[in-house]
């Protein structure tokens, strides 16, 4: 079990790592620079001082070589100094910290609605014994995934703000406020879970074991939730452990629908300004918690399925 | 001025403009509803929203029209610009001189204003602020290009002062009455740019700063004992209203309809897609052309091409502007007449010389040897009638406008490329020239010298003008203080440009905004941003 966790662990540093790495040299050989972008700001005003821009270049340590840049900001990030936001002037890791609050709700109350109703979802469609009534509820993971964030948040904003005045259709304003963009949010990761989580039920129920509880008298709800559920959720598990990368990718799409302030907007801002120190704070702050979750993830396992410590400790990597 | 091209909307302009005042919907397809709600009220909050943020909350530095809206109450400004005439009028300055040469300006302050923190106005605070203003960092853009070759500020006595340039600067008279030269308190001026931006700046204007949420929100509150403002306010003394809260919302058809359902007073940035909503529920869009230089498609004169004039009139006369306003802008919207915009003071209408005339253009591409190929475009010595146009996806109607731009010129058998590019490449592709063409080249300013910056050969020169007697025009309208004198000098640069063809007005880029039918008094000054001091609900 102590390997088993270290290796884990040393896998979350070579993620950090990788991201951080990846993000500063993509964000290097982008067309355009970020300093001289500060300054025209797409605008044919009057000439900027090439001294000036030098200056400006020579603060940020933009006028170094590229390696010793990437060292410069690597030994700085070690110990959390994320540097000045080009474009605010801002400390990085304080403007992480702001956006970090209504992030984590939009995220924990999209998480919490999708498990409930792609969980939900799964078990029902699995559970009936209605022919028809589980081809319905199969079929609709699929119809919600195909659907775009962008436009779902729309309609929803469309009808329960705008037509029925239910919920404010922006802002960070209390729980009202964060009911949209939530269900918004909640619809495609709830969809993959419950495409994921019926999918392995089905198969599970069909196993042996399931077949010996039936056998011993076990009644059907108790056989299909404690018995199936818990070992069919693991590959659901994994999907989640995922979908919190992809949960907070989204929220550049929510929170821009829902004029939401957010990680999301402060990201999608700091790229089209190509604000280099900002963008990178937050791909390795997002990086740093895709990590964390899959790590917790990868520790729920052995828990819910002792085997995988002994037997098979890759294939769940 | 043109009669048959956009009577309605000029007229509206005008109008309003002239009564100061002017009412929502005066200039809508509503009627006036201010006359209903009677006399105008004090106290309340007026929600409205804007696009975007620009993270940072000095008037100094932000460039932003989205993020001025508020800021712009926050301080006063030295002298103030009336809308219809262009002139200056007196605000934080009771009077003023311009030395002949333009190079020194001495104006007299009142002495009855105080900053929000307590501070008195006086020389001493617009020498702190003039002084710092060079040292902002390259983000005031406004703000530093007004005042450059700025040598020094005199105290002559508490209640004078006397800024100085090292060159002609006529313009710098209209740039005191803008948000970008709003006097700040001392102690904030002595504040590092970071700083400022972060933490906000003290003014002495009707409305206090008083909560900023980067990306979501900016609160301004009713200055308490106000009593200095612009003379072309309606009202005296303090403003109207309570607060204000500026939300961010990013998308337009959000704040369309937020307006729609009661949820926020007033929307800006609408575009021809959010209209039919708004004038379902009985709201009228008000809009206002930006006073400076038109939207235009920017040629690259150094080009070879480009460089033969006969070819850059056959695009000229080739562009349908009515139809791209028609097609891809805001009701409201109107097409060029000239290169600056008909809000600009000193503006020129030269409609004529832009009238669409497709026979010319093709007899002038006939003349200039450019034959038609087989594929429609035409080609000379084994070179296609090909131009590569960049453009920037900042602006949500550009590929509409060009994409129906390049249809009409293919009528003429010139052909467009059109190539999207990111903003932050934008200065490095006017340091290469690497573009047959540009949209873009807009800059809002209220004061014709916007015509020096984009096209004298000593500035920028994004255009690659060669040097011509334009330059010498330019130079000296910026030199001329008198505003008699300056008026030729301007209309001339402007015949120059455009019978040049050196770039390709297309449409005057427009403030559109809605206001629900509770909102009254919203105004419009000079630089067609809003004016909030006159503004109350009902």
């Known amino acids: ?116 109703f792609g969980g939900g979802l799964a078990v029902s469609a699995t559970y009936t014994s209605r022919r028809w009534l589980r081809q319905v509820l199969l079929s609709v993971p699929p119809l919600a995934i195909s659907i775009p964030s962008f436009w779902a948040g729309l309609m929803l904003v469309q009808l329960l703000s705008f037509r029925i005045r239910l919920f404010p259709a922006f802002g960070n304003a209390g729980l009202a406020g964060l009911v949209l963009p939530a269900v918004t949010l909640a619809i495609p990761t709830g969809a993959l879970i419950a495409q994921v989580l019926a999918k392995s039920l089905l198969a599970t129920l069909d196993a042996p074991f399931v077949q010996t509880a039936r056998a011993k008298g076990a009644g059907r709800i108790r056989v299909h939730l404690r018995h199936a559920l818990r070992s069919a959720s693991l590959p659901a598990l994994t999907i989640v452990g995922l979908l919190v990368g992809q949960l907070v990718a989204s929220a550049v799409v929510i929170e821009t629908v829902f004029s939401r302030n957010g990680l999301g907007r402060v990201m999608a801002g700091a790229v089209s300004v190509q604000d280099i120190p900002l963008v990178q704070g937050v791909v390795v702050f997002g990086a740093f918690v895709f990590v964390v979750v899959n790590l917790i993830v990868d520790l729920i396992y052995p828990v819910l399925d002792p085997r995988i410590v002994v037997a098979r400790p890759r294939s769940y990597a | 001025m043109s009669s048959v091209v956009r009577s309605k909307s000029i007229r509206c302009a005008v109008v309003s403009a002239a009564a100061v005042t002017l009412f929502t919907g005066a200039c809508g397809t509503g009627g006036d509803r201010g006359g209903d709600a009677g006399p105008p009220r004090s106290g309340g909050t007026l929600r409205f929203s804007v696009a975007s943020d620009a993270g940072c909350v000095d008037p100094q530095q932000v460039g932003s029209s989205d993020t ?35 190079k020194s300006f001495t104006f007299r302050l009142r002495s009855d204003v105080t900053f929000s923190d307590g501070t008195p106005l006086n020389a001493q ?20 290009g007004y005042v450059t070759g700025y040598v020094g500020t005199e105290v002559i006595d508490e209640h004078t002062a006397k800024v100085t340039f090292e060159q002609p600067n006529a313009q710098f008279l209209q740039a005191t009455s803008t948000a970008a030269l709003g006097l700040i308190s001392t102690a904030d001026a002595a504040k590092t740019p970071q700083q400022r931006c972060s933490d906000g700046v003290i003014g002495s204007g009707p409305f206090v700063l008083s909560k900023y949420v980067p990306n979501q929100s900016i609160t301004i509150t009713k200055r308490v004992g106000y009593g200095w403002g612009s003379p072309l306010w309606s009202k005296q003394g303090e403003a109207y209203l309570d607060s204000i809260e500026f939300t961010v919302i990013p998308e337009s058809g959000v704040r369309a309809g937020s307006v729609q359902s009661g949820q926020l007073d007033v929307a800006t940035g609408l575009g021809r897609a959010d209209e ?145 590019l990111q903003v932050t490449q934008f200065p490095a592709l006017l340091g290469s020239g690497d573009f047959d063409g540009l949209w873009g080249g807009d800059l809002s300013r209220a004061d014709p010298d916007c015509l020096r910056t984009l096209y004298s050969t000593q500035q920028v020169n994004a255009y690659r003008l060669p040097p011509s007697e334009l330059d010498g025009l330019l130079t000296a309208q910026a030199a001329e203080a008198d505003p008699v004198k300056r008026a030729p000098l301007v209309e001339q640069a402007q015949q120059l440009v455009v019978r040049n063809a050196y770039v390709i007005p297309v449409v005057e880029l427009e403030t559109v905004l809605a206001a629900a039918p509770t909102v009254h008094g919203l105004t419009f000054e000079s630089s067609s941003r809003t004016r909030l001091h006159d503004t109350w609900r009902s």
Do not use: C
């Open chain 2, 276 to 420: 039919a909503g708004l004038k379902a529920s009985g709201i009228s869009l008000l809009t206002r052309s930006h006073p400076g230089a038109v939207f235009n498609l920017g040629l690259n004169n150094s080009r070879p091409i480009l460089r033969d004039a006969q070819v850059r009139k056959a695009i000229q006369a080739a562009v349908d502007r009515r139809q791209v306003v028609e097609a891809v802008f805001a009701s409201g919207t109107v097409p060029a007449t000239g290169i600056l915009s008909h809000t600009t003071p000193g503006y020129t209408d030269l409609s004529a010389d832009l009238a669409l005339d497709v026979a010319r253009s093709k007899s002038l591409l006939d003349a200039a040897g450019w034959q038609v190929g087989s594929d429609g475009i035409r080609r000379k010595d084994g070179t296609r009638l090909s131009l590569t146009v960049v453009w920037f996806n900042n602006s949500q109607n550009t590929r509409a406008a060009l994409e129906l731009v390049q249809q009409q010129l293919k009528v003429v058998g010139v052909e467009l490329q059109l190539q999207e």
């Open chain 2, 125 to 144: 605070v617009v020498k702190a602020n003039f002084d710092a203003i060079p040292k902002l960092g390259a983000l005031a853009i406004l703000s530093k």
């Open chain 1, 1 to 116: 079990m102590g390997r088993y966790v270290l290796r884990r662990l040393a896998q979350a540093v070579g993620v950090l790592w990788a991201a951080y790495t990846v993000s500063f040299f993509v964000l290097e050989f982008l067309p355009g620079d970020p300093v001289s972008a500060m300054a025209g700001g797409g605008l044919t005003s009057s000439p900027v001082d090439p001294a000036e821009l030098a200056a400006l270049r020579a603060q940020y340590g933009f006028d170094k070589p590229i390696v010793v840049q990437y060292f410069d900001y690597l030994g700085r990030a070690l110990v959390g100094d994320f540097g000045d936001s080009v474009a605010t002037g801002r400390s990085v890791t304080g403007t992480i910290a702001a956006a970090l609050p209504p992030t984590l709700q939009l995220t924990a109350a999209a998480l919490v609605l999708a498990v409930l």
């Open chain 2, 68 to 102: 001025l809206y508020s800021l712009r109450e926050t301080v006063d400004s030295l002298t103030d610009q009336d809308p219809a005439t262009g002139r200056p009028v007196p605000w934080l300055a009771q009077s003023w001189e311009v030395s002949p040469d333009a």
